[in-house]
């Protein structure tokens, strides 16, 4: 039965190959996906999908796998199809629509398919042949990428190339993007990749190359990222430059004071931090003072115009840079300036404080016119009764008859030694036990009739 199977599935075989035809005739007449990406263990149904009636015609083709090898898997025609035997996964066909069924991919799966069909329509006695391709990927999902650095020493601009491989443990059809600082890094002069951009080989480096590499590795089912790595370059010395918090700079000169103690610092762009080194510069030659980033100068050593030169040497990459500047010795109004600052920055308080003042002294002047008013006063003076205003100039002896009476003289501590009392006194007795003083008695006796009294 295996020899009849065989023999049957030659004789259609050359009898597809022999069916003349053309396929610009019905191009559309059969449409397949071109491309179709599967995962390892998973099914794949290849589907073709026919813009005619099936049963009302009558076709014969078969599906070949071109690439990597050329291989037949299957023969059909309206009612038969013929797998190839020999195959160990061999996909099913499923009719009337000719599409191609794997039960399980695996990476033998993977590869270039290609469907041939010869169709002959009612009425036509010519059948019309048709070609449709798809390509089969099958991956899989990629494990978390790993980078390595070549080499691992350090790295010193223009001078080193380095190499970063990105790899993963598992995975197919991976493809690599590299990401430093989180923006893409394409092709350059200096950028140069593997075709599947697995590696990048930076020469020479720089130091705008330094940062935080990462690798992201997918396929069509899956997509993972590395551990970002950091990559260090050394390099400068760029952009040097003394600075001063004393005095002014102007064009490569610093105008000081001359009782005034001088800080000077030379900053540059380095990796490492620079070794700098303090020159001073003179008609007869030059001087190294000191070394380190900060320079002083004190004010008896202030000379008249004398120049000083900031040299900064990175050990690492091997250069250097100077600058220089002159010194020069002249009065700066700095402390009517910071005068002037400070009264700018008074000035609001002082404004309020003045315009208080203003407003209390007007005010006291206000409420002290209102109750001291000399006219106010004029008129309260005369507008008391006579009797109030000649008591402040009585004797004491106006009215004769009311102080008629017999009188006896008390002493009252805290007082005079002798007081009179009249009788309008005496009616006043109760107030003046009110203030707390001596009470003393008088004998009054008026005799109703003075000359009998004195014949008695």
């Known amino acids: 039965m295996e020899c009849v199977g065989v023999t049957m599935f030659l004789l259609m075989f050359t009898l597809f190959q022999i069916i003349p ?17 599967g995962k390892v263990g998973d099914s794949m149904l290849l589907k073709v999908e026919t813009h005619f009636n099936v049963r009302n015609v ?34 099913e066909l499923s009719l009337p629509d000719v599409s191609l069924y794997f039960k399980y991919l695996d990476e033998d799966t993977q590869g ?35 980078i390595s650095k070549t080499p691992e020493s350090e790295l010193v601009e223009d001078r080193d190339n380095v190499t970063l491989t990105c790899s993963v443990e598992h995975g ?24 599947d951009y697995g590696t990048l080989v930076i020469s020479p480096v720089k130091k705008e190359d330094i940062g935080q590499y ?9 997509s993972n990222l590395s551990k970002p790595t950091e990559l260090i370059v050394f390099y400068g010395p760029y952009n040097l430059a003394v600075n001063s918090d004393q005095g002014r700079k102007t064009e490569g000169m610093f105008i000081v004071n001359p009782e005034e103690l001088v800080f000077f610092e030379c900053i540059a762009d380095s990796n490492p931090p620079n070794t700098c080194v303090w020159i001073s510069k003179t008609k007869n030659g030059t001087e190294v003072l000191m070394t380190g980033p900060r320079f002083e100068v004190k004010p008896y050593e202030l000379p008249q115009g004398k120049e000083f030169l900031c040299r900064a040497f990175n050990n690492m990459t091997k250069k250097q840079d100077e600058t220089k500047f002159t010194l020069v010795m002249a009065r700066l109004d700095t402390g009517k300036a910071k005068y002037s600052q400070e009264g700018s920055a008074l000035s609001p308080l002082t404004f309020i404080t003045i315009s208080s003042v203003v407003i209390i002294a007007c005010m006291m002047f206000v409420l002290l016119r209102k109750s001291c008013h000399p006219r106010r006063m004029m008129k309260t003076i005369y507008r008391r ?19 008629f009476g017999i009188y006896e003289f008390v002493s ?38 003075p000359t009998l009294s004195l014949l008695k």
Not at 21 to 37: A, F, K, R, V
Not at 385 to 399: N, V
Not at 439 to 449: A, C, K, L, S
């Open 21 to 37: 035809g053309t396929d610009s005739e019905c191009t559309e007449c059969i449409s397949l996906q071109p491309t179709q990406h």
């Open 385 to 403: 009764p006579m009797t109030e205003q000649r008591g402040l100039h009585r004797s004491g002896h106006e009215d004769a008859t009311e102080d």
């Open 58 to 91: 009558t076709f014969q083709g078969s599906w070949l796998k071109t690439n990597p090898n050329n291989t037949l898997l299957v023969t059909f025609d309206n009612n038969n199809a013929i797998r190839n035997l020999r195959l160990k996964n061999s996909p």
């Open 412 to 449: 009252v501590p805290g007082k005079m030694d002798s007081t009179q009392a009249s009788c309008r006194s005496l009616a006043r007795l109760d107030s003046v036990k009110d203030l707390h003083t001596t009470i003393y008695d008088v004998i009054r006796h008026v005799p109703e009739t």
């Open 214 to 222: 990462i690798c992201k590795a997918q396929n069509h089912i899956s």
């Open 112 to 146: 270039e398919y290609e469907l041939q069909i010869n169709i002959i329509f009612p009425g036509i006695r010519s059948p019309v042949a048709v070609t449709k391709r798809v390509t089969v990927t099958v991956s899989v999902p990629v494990s978390i990428p790993v």
């Open 172 to 195: 197919t059809n991976v493809q690599f993007k590299w990401l430093r600082n989180n923006i893409m890094v394409g092709p350059s002069e200096r950028h140069t990749f593997s075709q």
